[in-house]
């Protein structure tokens, strides 16, 4: 191998694309653009919540309905009796009830369609709770101590926002590389190129090189816009979260490019891609934990480098882990095999296609 023509074939490909405007614009906005999306539209706590209370308590429940008028997650609306409170959540008109009873009982009636504003809703009861009782001197049976890790009230931005830089720097990773060689294949560059006495392992390692210039920038980009646009907390090392990112974004660009050394046209790699990234989006804890998910299907998550990605971002960012951590060395351990096992059969295909 030499790498006077991998630096060639690298700086040849890094060319073409910084030419071509509307990709240079896809690959440099269009991260930027989905990580905003995704912290605007998921992840964010509900608030204007139409919320009923019906007080037969006589006062002696004040501090509770005090508590939750305060709240800037609800809107407070009185009611006299249960049945017309009830009647307008089936109506749709209010998510939820709260009866002060006068026994002081407190009975909860909610709209269960929707399970982040019924969790908002327990929140906001429990926190109105604590605070009538911590003016009488009193407090719940229960006591809920600080977390070992995380806030007291997390918002799902919190576990989201790792999985969405997973996705994001997986998704674009791969779909930047591949479509690599399919117009150098129609063009005839490639088989001039292998023609020359260059090795599929150049060609590959060239294309990377190039490719690895964008990725930097993307992951600087997509993890400034998650910490500071969306106050993503990172308490562990930074470094150490920007390396795993970028060792995931190659080990993404490798099966993109193995992708692109099967594929015919940029359509069948379209085609190649779209049930990957569905899978990744579905099965990486991203959306949901791993742990939610039925056993047959575990292994299929565990066998994609996004699951422990994912996992080690949020051991980075939230619980403050760095490399003395089993969970994050396994991240980066996992990463670099599965890109290296991609090559290697990106290379091979490409041999036998020569």
Not at 323 to 335: K, P, Y
Request: with cysteine.
């Amino acid at each position: 191998m030499k790498m006077e023509r991998v630096h060639a074939i690298g700086a040849r490909k890094f060319a073409s694309l910084r030419r071509d405007k509307q990709m240079f614009g896809f690959i440099v906005l269009m991260p930027a653009i989905q990580i905003i999306l995704f912290g605007i539209a998921i992840g964010q706590t509900p608030y204007d919540l139409d919320f009923g209370v019906i007080d037969e308590s006589d006062g002696a429940l004040q501090g509770v309905e005090t508590g939750l008028a305060a709240s800037h997650a609800l809107i407070i609306h009185e009611y006299d009796t249960v049945a017309d409170a009830r009647a307008d959540i089936e109506e749709g008109a209010i998510w939820g009830a709260l009866l002060l009873t006068e026994e002081g009982q407190l009975e909860l009636h909610l709209d269960n369609s929707n399970q982040q504003v019924s969790n908002t809703i327990l929140i906001e009861v429990r926190n109105a709770m604590e605070a009538a009782l911590a003016e009488q001197g009193a407090s719940l049976p229960m006591e809920i101590a600080d977390p070992v890790f995380g806030e007291r009230d997390p918002s799902f931005i919190d576990f989201l926002a790792p999985g969405i830089i997973t996705l994001v720097c997986f998704m674009f990773s791969t779909i930047l590389t591949t479509i690599a060689f399919v117009g150098e294949r129609y063009d005839g560059t490639l088989d001039r190129v292998f023609a020359a006495g260059t090795k599929p392992s150049e060609v590959l390692l060239g294309h990377m090189g190039a490719f690895s210039t964008i990725l930097i920038g993307q992951v600087l980009v997509v993890i400034g816009i998650a910490v500071f646009a969306f106050d993503t907390p990172v308490n562990g090392n930074p470094i150490i979260l920007f390396l795993l990112a970028l060792m995931l974004g190659w080990a993404a660009m490798c099966l993109g490019l193995l992708i692109s050394s099967k594929a015919k046209s940029e359509f069948q790699g379209v085609q190649l891609n779209m049930p990957i990234l569905f899978t990744v989006l579905l099965l990486s804890g991203i959306l949901w934990p791993v742990e939610a998910l039925p056993e047959w299907i575990q292994p299929v998550s565990y066998a994609l480098p996004t699951t422990w990605t994912a996992e080690a971002f949020r051991s980075i960012m939230i619980r403050g882990w760095g490399l003395e951590s089993t969970v994050v060395l396994t991240a980066f351990a996992f990463d670099a095999v599965f890109a290296v096992v991609m090559l290697g059969i990106a290379s091979r295909t490409l041999r036998v296609q020569e």
